[in-house]
């Protein structure tokens, strides 16, 4: 203090007052606490506490109303814990442990331990021993930023909706309106961002309710955040000045996202569940563009199909529209809408209507023809623009090193014969193999099955085999264990036992050098489709492997066994036919797979034949009985 009075003394007698280069003061301006305060935490946040607004400040050392920080700990997420003091040097002063989760810009929760006084005998305080005041179950305080900046809405609400909605503190009934009707649509290209943050509620009065009303809101897009399958997001009225009524939160869940529940105070925590929400909203979407056919789609493409590239969506084909519905692990049904606009060779321009109906999208398909039960397409990038020899030109395909086409499978498909076919032993390997299966239940009386000790059958060595043994050869069937053994002429032994599974080659060909199939299977239970790579690998020895599910993963290869390149289990056969199986070797690369190759029963008709020619043909049958005759008369003699 002293230093100070004379250093002030000799600046009033005109002594120069100016530091030197090398003089500085080490305290001045030091942070004694290493606690900073995150950038996106600062500011003006507007809450609503105990039915009473509150406007708390937060810099990068301090919160108002709660002090100095002191100390912080974050996850590298979006949570954080602050621990504040007023008297931050006093130990048995009040402390606070706020913790806040980061929802978006404009959306922080909060909660707090409320002033916490430790005595001196449990230590200086920390972090750690404030924050375990915290409840479990406190109520998350919303926080909204006053000074707001508006986010693309698209997603938290996107599309043209019709509603009816339902107040549950003043009537039971729901207001149901035509009229009514929700507006959250992008404006493509627009130079104006603001026009892609917001969205209109048009709400109606409906008779002999006095609550409802005409008006239209326009609601400014804060964030959406998810807790759980809770999806929440919030909004500011932008026409409304008071702060209680301006801040709204609407809650939806993911496993059915046409139910709205809505806050009527700027308060998150007041919805649970859209049930228990004060305010409901329950949403139809409306189609609002129609769009009329330019083109026709191959004649052969109408039908039902799956696609397996999209969730093994349901695909409806006629000759003009696509429709595409697909069911996503979380939430409700999709659908998109293609209707065929312009065609050039191979190369389909569609435009895209989403069940929403916010805005046409032009997307170019290229179909490769149809063969067996497959069509094959791949996709172009999605654009605005309503031109085919921009949307349709090649460079607007992902070009990537290595690529093949999506398939699409016929619903209800046609066998078609296998492209192997033989009797075959094979030896498995992968994550999920094949294995022995009761399909049609235990038999009534057990059969022996030791060698030494007759029954009805005895089996010697069993075996794991694929058979496609069939007359036209359309049916692959595996059996697990097999019993090899033959009877005394060469025959089974065992004939009454059924395959553990059977499955219908569908479509088969080839693409990047490798060769593909798919198979139907009615009673597989995680996917009735099937995709396998094959290969000969010898005159007799084949190689497969079959995927996951029914799409054919581009790292899939005949040796592939695991789900790291889309397969379940691979197979490695050698032919194994015997006397009686009847089960000839056929192989087919699918190179050609448009050509028609079907296994038939050649029936020889000889009635066609001339008179000359038949005579001659019963006198050449009856051959065999003179030969006959002539050995038992030399036998005689």
């Known amino acids: 203090m002293g230093f100070l009075l004379l250093f002030l003394l000799f600046c009033l007698r005109g002594v120069s007052c100016q530091l030197s280069s090398n003089s500085y003061i080490p305290w001045y301006d030091k942070a004694k606490y290493n606690c900073t305060i995150q950038q996106i935490i600062q500011g003006e946040w507007y809450s609503r506490e105990e039915n009473e607004d509150h406007v708390t ?12 920080c002191k100390e912080y700990h974050t996850d590298l997420g979006a949570q954080y814990w602050f621990l504040f003091s007023r008297e931050p040097e006093n130990p048995e002063s009040c402390h606070y442990c706020v913790h806040i989760s980061v929802r978006t810009v404009n959306i922080l929760e909060k909660r707090e331990s409320g002033c916490v006084q430790l005595p001196i005998k449990d230590g200086p305080p920390n972090l750690k021993k404030i924050c375990d005041r915290i409840p479990d179950d406190q109520q998350r305080i919303t926080m909204f930023a006053e000074d707001y900046a508006p986010i693309n809405c ?11 909605y339902q107040f549950r503190f003043a009537f039971t009934t729901e207001c149901a309106h035509p009229d009514q009707q929700i507006h959250s649509c992008q404006n493509v290209g627009s130079q104006f961002l603001i026009s892609n943050q917001k969205f209109n509620v048009t709400f109606k009065k409906c008779p002999n309710m006095d609550w409802t009303k005409d008006q239209t809101v326009e609601y400014s897009c804060l964030g959406d955040w998810f807790v759980g399958k ?32 809505v806050s009527i105070t700027p308060e998150c925590n007041q919805i649970k569940t859209v049930e228990q929400a004060p305010q409901r909203m329950k949403l139809t979407p409306v189609k609002q563009v129609t769009v009329e056919p330019g083109c026709f789609l191959p004649e052969n493409f109408t039908g039902e199909w799956v696609n397996t590239a999209n ?16 069911h996503p692990d979380v939430g409700r049904t999709r659908r998109n809408i293609y209707v065929c606009k312009e065609q050039k060779d191979s190369r389909y321009m569609l435009a895209r209507l989403t069940v929403e109906g916010c ?34 030109s090649w460079i607007k395909f992902p070009n990537k090193e290595r690529w093949k086409y999506d398939i699409m499978i016929r619903k209800d498909p046609i066998p078609v014969r296998c492209p192997v076919a033989g009797a075959f032993i094979f030896e498995q390997e992968g994550d999920f193999k094949f294995q022995t ?11 022996d099955t ?25 049916e692959i069937t595996i059996d697990e264990t097999y019993c090899w053994s033959v009877d005394h002429l060469g025959r089974p032994v065992d004939i009454y036992s059924d395959v553990d599974y059977r499955m219908q080659c569908v479509g088969y060909w080839k693409e990047n050098l490798k060769s593909y199939l798919i198979t139907y299977d009615q009673l597989d239970a995680f996917t009735k489709y099937r995709c396998w790579v094959y290969q000969r690998a010898d005159l007799n020895k084949m190689l497969m492997s079959m995927s996951v599910g029914p799409f054919c993963d581009l790292d899939q290869d005949v040796d592939s066994k695991d789900w790291t390149q889309g397969a379940a289990v691979s197979l490695v056969m050698d032919e194994n036919e015997r006397e009686f199986d009847r089960c000839p070797l056929y192989f087919n690369d699918g190179a050609d797979p448009w050509s028609l190759d079907e296994n038939f ?7 066609n034949l001339d008179t000359s020619g038949a005579a001659g043909f019963r006198q050449l049958s009856q051959l065999p009985q003179l030969l006959m005759l002539i050995l038992l008369a030399c036998a005689a003699l």
């Open 57 to 68: 400040t937060i810099d990068a050392k301090q919160m108002s109303g709660r002090g100095i």
């Open 154 to 164: 698209r997603s938290s609400l996107e599309g043209v909706f019709r509603f009816s």
């Open 230 to 261: 809770d999806h929440f997001f919030a909004v500011a009225n932008t026409k409304e000045s008071r702060k209680d009524e301006k801040f709204r939160c609407f809650l939806k869940n993911r496993d059915d996202d046409y139910f709205l529940g």
């Open 311 to 326: 969730i093994d969506a349901d695909v409806v084909i006629n000759s003009t529209h696509i429709v595409e519905t697909w």
């Open 359 to 392: 805005q046409v999208d032009y997307q170019c398909f290229e179909f490769l023809p149809r063969h067996h039960n497959i069509i094959r397409f791949r996709k172009g990038l999605v654009m605005i623009l309503n031109d085919f020899h921009t949307v349709c």
């Open 437 to 447: 299966r009761v399909i049609k239940g235990i038999t009534k009386d057990p059969r």
């Open 450 to 474: 030791n060698w030494n000790k007759g029954g009805q059958w005895s089996c010697r060595k069993n075996i794991s085999r694929l058979a496609v043994c069939d007359t036209d050869q359309k």
């Open 601 to 607: 029963i050649r029936v020889f008709d000889f009635n």
